[in-house]
């Protein structure tokens, strides 16, 4: 089922739980232009309320690129408003993977950063290339960075401003796994409907928890407390319990 995103440059659909967003300019590598942007942004947001949507995949069209960064002409004016377009993905309540081949590059790449996971194809490469431009790196984009990698990649991806291997990302962390170009997209959606398959509330409880880990929190918040106490109120944790004493396998319906 196709989404109405309000513009061509990102396509949405939904398939058997999982919805593929699609970076849709592979003339420019699938460069991340306002217009994309401020879509992004509406369609996080109706994917997350979306009951019939358990996990989403981010990718982009074309081979040659996952996204090339923010377009170099609208660079300076997407400084200051594009930070929600890159974290909405972090913030909806929901899985989401980056299903990444070929280039990754500045903008793309701190767009699959917010992502839970990333796979991509042996082909791929990864840049910060913001020390060649002379651009402004602020803290939340540094930030993002950290919190999948250590300050010594971090260092390396910034100062340098060289391209990463695919096999250089995997080792540094970057990202989950490294396929095969011609089984990523198999393996992405194994992986997709693997995650489907399960609680839907564990998995956004487990996600929160995740975010709030991650951003130094010292205690944990009611919001997660809440989440916790909901997954064992819940429809699915007695489906959970029936399911494993008889030894088959449960089907959650997210209540």
């Not at 996080?44 to 995949?57: F, G, K, M, Q, S």
């Not at 990302?169 to 396929?179: E, I, K, M, N, Q």
């Not at 509330?201 to 929190?217: M, S, Y």
């Amino acid at each position: 089922m196709r989404i109405e995103t309000g513009t061509q440059l990102l396509l949405a659909e939904v398939d058997r739980q999982v919805a593929t967003v699609t970076f849709n300019d592979p003339a420019r590598h699938n460069a991340l232009g306002l217009e994309m942007q401020r879509a992004m942004v509406d369609v996080a947001a109706d994917l997350d309320r979306d009951p019939d949507v358990r996990v989403v995949v981010l990718r982009g069209a074309g081979e040659r690129a996952f996204a090339a960064g923010a377009d170099i002409d609208q660079l300076s004016l997407s400084a200051g408003g594009s930070r929600s377009a890159w974290t909405c993905w972090r913030e909806i309540g929901k899985p989401v993977i980056a299903m990444i081949d070929g280039y990754c590059i500045g903008g793309g790449l701190l767009m699959a950063l917010h992502a839970d996971l990333r796979i991509c194809s042996d082909r791929s490469v990864f840049s910060i290339p913001a020390a060649r431009l002379g651009a402004g790196y602020g803290s939340w984009g540094v930030r993002a960075v950290l919190r999948v990698v250590g300050p010594a990649v971090a260092a390396d991806l910034l100062y340098t401003a060289r391209k990463m291997t695919a096999a250089e990302a995997a080792a540094a962390g970057l990202v989950t796994r490294v396929v095969p170009a011609d089984d990523l997209a198999r393996t992405v959606r194994v992986a997709a409907d693997e995650i489907a398959a399960n609680a839907p509330l564990t998995i956004r409880t487990c996600k929160a928890a995740i975010r709030h880990e991650t951003a130094g929190a010292v205690e944990t918040p009611e919001e997660v407390q809440a989440l916790v106490r909901d997954c064992f109120a819940s429809q699915d944790y007695e489906e959970g319990r029936a399911a494993f004493s008889a030894k088959r396998d449960p089907v959650f319906r997210g209540v």
